[in-house]
C-alpha cells in the first residue's frame, strides 16, 4: 500500500484513516481489538481518537477511546507499527472548548496515560476556544512538541479565517503550524470544506483527513427512512439526511455499487478519496464485515463520467465558502 505525506508533517500515513471513535461506544472491548489487529493486517495503521470518546454513551466519561486503544497497543506491543492522533479542546460534554495552557498540559498527560505510551503522532486542537489567545495554544504545543511528548499538530472544525491567523502567528512567532487539517466531509456535507477552505488547504500545503466519511452510516444505504434509524446510536446524527437529496444521492450510489460490483459504502469513500485536497478520509466500523468497503474503496477505478455524476447529485446549491 503507498503511503502519502500529510502535509509537511513528518508523518507518512494510508489513504484511509480508522475513526477510533466507535471503541468503547458501538464496539466493545473485545470488538474494537479485532478490528485493530484486522486494520493492522491490511496495512491501515493509522487511528484517529479524541479525548471525549465517547462521553456521550451511557455511563462513559471520556476517555474509553483511548483507553482500549491504550490497552491493544500494549497487548499488543506494537506502538512503532501505529500512528495515533488524538485531540484536546472540544469540552466533555458540557461547558466551552478549552485550548489554555493549563488544560491542554492537563489533558495530553491523561490522554498519554490512557493511550499506555510516551508520545502523540498528530495531536488536534478539537474546536476552536475564542476564550484563549492563540499565541497562547500554539507556545503550549510548542513546549509539547520540545518536551517529545507530540510529533505534529492539527486541527479540527476550525473557521477559515481563525485557521488563517493561528498559519500566521505560528510564522511569526518561529512557532510550530497546524499542519492537518480535520473538517466534516461527504457526498451530503461537502460546504465545511469545499470552495475557499479546501482551496486555502491545498495552497498551503495543509494535510486534510476528513470525518464522517459516510454520514454516520447513511450513505451505505442500510436506512431507508426515519423509522429505519430510530432508536439507533446514530439516529440524532442522520435524521437531516432524510429528504430528496438524500433520496437521490442514495439512487446514485446504489446504480454505481451494481456498475463496479461494490457496496455503497465503498463507493462513498472512493469519491471522498478522489476529492481535491482530501490526503486520507476518516472512516469507521464495528464489524470486521464493514472493513471489505475499505478494501473495495482502495480498489475502485472511477470513471471521469461517474464522478461528475456524484458530484452533480451531491452539489449544494450555495457553497458558502466558494
Not at 507518512?12 to 484513516?17: E, F, G, K, S, Y
Not at 496515560?113 to 503550549?140: A, C, M, N, V
Request: with cysteine.
Amino acid at each position: 500500500m503507498e503511503l502519502k505525506q500529510l502535509g509537511n508533517s513528518s508523518l507518512h500515513i494510508p489513504p484511509l484513516v480508522f475513526g477510533g471513535n466507535v471503541f468503547g461506544w458501538t464496539a466493545d472491548k473485545k470488538t474494537s481489538f479485532y478490528l485493530l489487529d484486522a486494520l493492522l493486517e491490511r496495512g491501515l495503521n493509522f487511528i484517529d481518537s479524541a479525548n471525549v470518546y465517547s462521553y456521550w454513551a451511557e455511563g462513559n466519561e471520556g476517555g474509553e477511546s483511548e483507553t482500549i486503544i491504550g490497552e491493544w497497543i500494549k497487548e499488543r506491543r506494537n506502538r512503532d507499527k501505529v500512528i495515533i492522533a488524538t485531540k484536546v479542546g472540544s469540552p466533555m460534554g458540557k461547558g466551552s472548548p478549552d485550548l489554555s495552557n493549563t488544560y491542554i498540559n492537563e489533558q495530553v498527560n491523561l490522554s498519554l496515560k490512557r493511550l499506555q505510551t510516551d508520545y502523540i503522532d498528530l495531536y488536534f486542537s478539537h474546536k476552536y476556544d475564542d476564550g484563549t489567545p492563540q499565541l497562547e495554544t500554539l507556545k503550549t504545543y510548542s513546549s509539547l512538541i520540545n518536551s517529545g511528548k507530540v510529533r505534529e499538530l492539527g486541527a479540527s472544525n476550525f473557521p477559515l479565517a481563525v485557521l488563517r491567523e493561528a498559519l500566521q502567528i505560528a510564522e511569526d512567532e518561529n512557532l510550530p503550524r497546524y499542519e492537518v487539517i480535520q473538517p466534516e466531509y461527504n457526498l451530503l456535507e461537502r460546504s465545511h470544506f469545499e470552495g475557499k477552505y479546501q482551496r486555502f488547504c491545498i495552497e498551503n500545503n495543509l494535510g486534510v483527513i476528513s470525518y464522517f466519511t459516510l454520514a454516520s452510516g447513511f450513505l451505505t444505504g442500510k436506512y431507508s427512512d426515519v423509522a429505519d434509524a430510530s432508536g439507533e446510536e446514530r439516529e440524532r446524527f442522520i435524521k437531516k439526511y432524510f429528504n430528496d437529496k438524500g433520496t437521490a444521492v442514495l439512487n446514485v450510489l446504489k446504480t454505481l455499487s451494481h456498475k463496479y460490483k461494490c457496496s455503497q459504502a465503498g463507493v462513498s469513500i472512493a469519491w471522498t478519496m478522489a476529492q481535491p485536497g482530501i490526503t486520507a478520509p476518516i472512516v469507521s466500523a464495528t464489524k470486521e464485515s464493514h472493513l471489505k468497503a475499505f478494501d473495495e474503496a482502495l480498489k475502485l477505478d472511477f470513471d471521469a463520467e461517474d464522478l461528475q455524476i456524484l458530484n452533480h447529485v451531491s452539489r449544494e446549491k450555495n457553497l458558502i465558502q466558494e
